[in-house]
């Protein structure tokens, strides 16, 4: 199946969010932390993913964002891609801090 836009739209922005976690200061030991974290599903880790549609960029509105106010529909996809690319780009991160 096809990537809808919005989804699409969301993986695009979660990557580039997720680009931010792990930098050259990162050590291997927190890149582990992270990834454990990840796969037991632990809040602290978790809770490194922004919420892509909470308001956390003040000024700019859900219309402005995506040029149209969008459906709940196109929001979900939004929000899944989001949450996807996040953390593919994290996981893919911290795999190459340990190598």
Known sequence: ???????????EAGKAAGSWIIDGNTT???AQRIID??????C???DLQP???????AGESIS????????????????????????AEVIR???AVQS
């Open 1 to 11: 199946m096809a990537k809808r836009k919005y989804y699409k739209m969301g993986e």
């Open 28 to 30: 291997a030991e927190t």
């Open 37 to 42: 974290g990840y796969d037991a599903n632990d």
């Open 44 to 46: 602290t880790v978790m």
């Open 51 to 57: 919420s892509p549609l909470s308001g956390e960029w």
């Open 64 to 87: 402005e964002l995506f040029g149209k106010q969008p459906t709940d529909s196109q929001l979900d996809d939004y929000e899944n891609g989001y949450s996807e690319g996040f953390w």
């Open 93 to 95: 991160s911290a795999k």
